[in-house]
């Protein structure tokens, strides 16, 4: 039962354009959400967060987008460059837990 | 400051021998997370400590898996015995606090079962 889904394993994208990383999620108790990204042989490392009292939270050039009613991010990447060459993956967790449940993952090529 | 480190990075063993990964989580650090990875499931968590102390094991696979935090610098994760199906990369991660908050990866242990 994956209660936080990444429905694409994976996303070409041209250096410059905008990428867009997708996650949805279906436990409404949800109400932390996080990115994080992944280079091989490295472990995960944290991006950007939001909280469900937001909508929308920016980071330089990563924006992540909470649409609550619909149970679904997405993280957005303005301008994309070759080294955001990577595994993303989505997780969420809930207050009051401490489980932080993570998708499949989305790799991104960003092409030069 | 060090970040999570685990041992070993690579792991090459046969089929019913014991394996045994070990994470040392960042210091001050009070909860510690081993998650495995695989292509099909992504990341999946294993177990939770607090303080310490196992919290939640349900993501455990099966009682081939233990994994202890003898304090609070040291966790191991031991599979007894192993099979090819456990091949994957297991991560360690830890964080302060038992709520929200950032979580911080060690580069993990790739182990394969042959």
């Known amino acids: 039962d994956q209660q936080v889904k990444q429905n694409s394993p994976s996303l070409s994208v041209q250096e410059g354009r905008i990428s867009i990383l997708n996650c949805d999620y279906t436990?409404?108790?949800?109400?932390?959400f996080l990115w994080y990204k992944k280079y091989p042989a490295e472990g995960p490392t944290f991006l950007i967060s939001?909280?469900?009292?937001?909508d929308k939270n920016e980071d330089g050039r990563f924006t992540v987008f909470l649409n609550k009613s619909a149970k679904h991010l997405s993280l957005h990447i303005v301008p994309s460059q070759p080294g955001d060459s990577a595994v993303y993956f989505c997780?969420?967790?809930?207050?009051?837990?401490?489980?932080?449940?993570f998708g499949t993952g989305t790799r991104l090529k960003v092409l030069a | 400051d060090a970040g999570v480190i685990q041992s070993p990075r690579h792991e090459v063993t046969e089929m019913g021998q014991e394996v045994t990964l070990r994470c040392k989580p960042i210091?001050?650090?009070?909860?510690l997370f081993w998650y495995r990875q695989t292509m099909m499931r992504g990341l999946e968590l294993l177990i939770y400590?607090?303080?310490?102390?196992?919290?939640?094991d349900s993501g455990m696979p099966e009682d081939r898996f233990s994994a202890k935090m003898p304090n609070a610098s040291f966790s191991t994760l031991k599979i007894q015995p192993s099979e090819p199906r456990d091949s994957a990369v297991y991560f360690c991660?830890?964080?302060?606090?038992?709520?929200?908050?950032?979580?911080?990866f060690g580069e993990g242990s790739r182990l394969t079962v042959l």
């Open positions: 991660a830890s964080k302060r606090g038992a709520n929200t908050g950032e979580l911080f």
């Open positions: 436990n409404s108790m949800f109400d932390y």
């Open positions: 939001i909280s469900s009292i937001k």
């Open positions: 997780a969420a967790s809930a207050t009051g837990t401490y489980k932080y449940i």
């Open positions: 210091s001050g650090h009070n909860s």
């Open positions: 400590f607090n303080n310490n102390v196992p919290i939640d």
